[in-house]
């Protein structure tokens, strides 16, 4: 998350791994010699329903393209410039994984244009998310092979007039480079992450808030103490403890029970106590309400985090075991 983070807020440069590029294009060249005269699920078939019909070979490379332009049917908003380049980022992560059977221009081209912050425009709505993202990353691919549009600095471009701008030259299609775009999980998983890390700033802002609301009543330090939370042994209310603990460690607001309500000769004397004798639940709680949104939100990001390193396309191209395995990795249930 945090490398994702500073590739998306802070503008960090992407490289890619030698080593990693190495095995994206033994990929690629195992493919290659794989398959011929083989029949392979949208190489030299159709696809969905249409699988059953072989494509010649002769139109194969157009089969790619017309796969990229026939999905490319969004609607309504586009994806603000940061949504769009959390999917590039999580599309390219899982195609240098290197089993995805593409050359490496797109990964090139990929890193390219995220380094440049030139951005696909990418539609808000069209994907289904069962077969993949499939018109959103349609319209990443269209962008890619030097069609559609993009973001230029907060501007909609032709994507070919700002690639001739920097001289930067489109994807061609080698194999399968159309399908191994579409067919995955990135654009869920990208916006997915996204959410995450405001999550995490709306979790920190709102133990901060509640810090100060402690101050303001200037409570008792008892709910957010270690022997008290320490109890109940879940993660996230022990986190949260900690976390106020740290904030209010030097405070000269919070009171502590012992001094004024244990030892006090005061306290003993009344029959109606001027302090309260506990906070309301909006600040007796907080270790129990927001312990289980930091465990949510840890749960989410090791999923996401999964998937942003996975393979989610269809078919995997495993240049290890000599084989392709057909199935259902660009399913975005985890996400």
Same mark, same amino acid.
């Given at each position: 998350?945090?490398? %994702?983070?500073?590739?998306?807020?802070?503008?960090?440069?992407?490289?890619?791994?030698? =080593?990693?590029?190495?095995?994206?294009?033994?990929?690629?060249?195992?493919? =290659?010699?794989?398959?011929? *005269?083989?029949?392979?699920?949208?190489?030299?078939?159709?696809?969905?329903?249409?699988?059953?019909?072989?494509?010649? @070979?002769?139109?194969?490379?157009?089969?790619?393209?017309? !796969? +990229?332009?026939?999905?490319?049917?969004?609607?309504?908003? &586009?994806?603000?410039?940061? !949504?769009?380049?959390?999917?590039?980022?999580?599309?390219? #992560?899982?195609?240098?994984?290197?089993? /995805?059977?593409?050359?490496?221009?797109?990964?090139?081209? !990929?890193?390219?244009?995220?380094?440049?912050?030139?951005?696909?425009?990418?539609?808000?709505?069209?994907?289904?998310?069962?077969?993949?993202?499939?018109?959103?990353?349609?319209?990443?691919?269209?962008?890619?092979?030097?069609?559609?549009?993009?973001?230029?600095?907060?501007?909609?471009?032709?994507?070919?007039?700002?690639?001739?701008?920097?001289?930067?030259?489109?994807?061609?299609?080698?194999?399968?480079?159309?399908?191994?775009?579409?067919?995955?999980? /990135?654009?869920?998983?990208?916006?997915?992450?996204?959410?995450?890390?405001?999550?995490?700033?709306?979790?920190?802002?709102?133990?901060?808030?509640?810090?100060?609301?402690?101050?303001?009543?200037?409570?008792?330090?008892?709910? %957010?103490?270690?022997? &008290?939370?320490?109890?109940?042994?879940?993660?996230?209310?022990?986190?949260?403890?900690?976390?106020?603990?740290?904030? &209010?460690? $030097?405070?000269?607001?919070?009171?502590?029970?012992?001094?004024?309500?244990?030892?006090? $000769?005061?306290?003993?004397?009344?029959?109606? %106590?001027?302090?309260?004798?506990?906070?309301?639940?909006?600040?007796?709680?907080?270790?129990? +309400?927001?312990?289980?949104?930091?465990?949510?939100? @840890?749960?989410?990001?090791?999923?996401?985090?999964? *998937?942003?390193?996975?393979?989610?396309?269809?078919?995997?191209?495993?240049?290890? #075991?000599?084989?392709?395995?057909?199935?259902?990795?660009?399913?975005? $249930?985890?996400?």
């Amino acid at each position: 998350m945090e490398d %994702f983070s500073k590739i998306i807020f802070e503008e960090s440069k992407v490289e890619l791994n030698a =080593k990693a590029l190495e095995k994206v294009d033994k990929n690629f060249e195992f493919l =290659k010699q794989f398959s011929t *005269e083989k029949v392979i699920y949208g190489i030299n078939t159709g696809f969905g329903p249409m699988a059953q019909y072989r494509v010649n @070979e002769d139109k194969t490379l157009q089969l790619q393209y017309n !796969l +990229i332009r026939s999905h490319c049917s969004g609607s309504g908003k &586009l994806l603000s410039p940061l !949504l769009s380049k959390a999917v590039m980022i999580a599309r390219l #992560n899982s195609l240098m994984q290197g089993y /995805s059977g593409i050359h490496t221009e797109i990964v090139d081209l !990929l890193k390219t244009l995220i380094n440049k912050n030139i951005i696909p425009c990418i539609y808000e709505h069209g994907g289904v998310g069962a077969s993949g993202d499939l018109v959103q990353l349609a319209h990443l691919a269209l962008a890619l092979i030097g069609e559609g549009e993009v973001y230029y600095k907060d501007e909609v471009h032709s994507a070919s007039e700002i690639f001739n701008r920097f001289n930067i030259k489109p994807l061609s299609i080698h194999i399968r480079e159309g399908l191994a775009i579409l067919n995955g999980t /990135s654009a869920m998983t990208g916006i997915g992450m996204i959410n995450i890390i405001q999550a995490k700033k709306l979790l920190h802002w709102m133990i901060m808030l509640s810090a100060l609301t402690n101050e303001v009543v200037e409570a008792y330090s008892d709910h %957010f103490s270690h022997e &008290l939370n320490v109890v109940k042994p879940h993660e996230g209310q022990n986190w949260v403890a900690s976390a106020l603990r740290s904030i &209010l460690k $030097d405070s000269k607001l919070i009171r502590s029970r012992s001094e004024h309500l244990y030892e006090s $000769d005061n306290v003993k004397r009344q029959e109606v %106590f001027e302090d309260k004798v506990q906070e309301y639940y909006s600040l007796r709680c907080v270790t129990q +309400i927001l312990g289980p949104v930091h465990d949510t939100i @840890e749960y989410a990001e090791k999923v996401v985090t999964h *998937e942003l390193n996975s393979v989610n396309d269809n078919s995997v191209i495993d240049h290890n #075991n000599h084989n392709i395995f057909h199935g259902g990795e660009f399913h975005g $249930d985890y996400v």
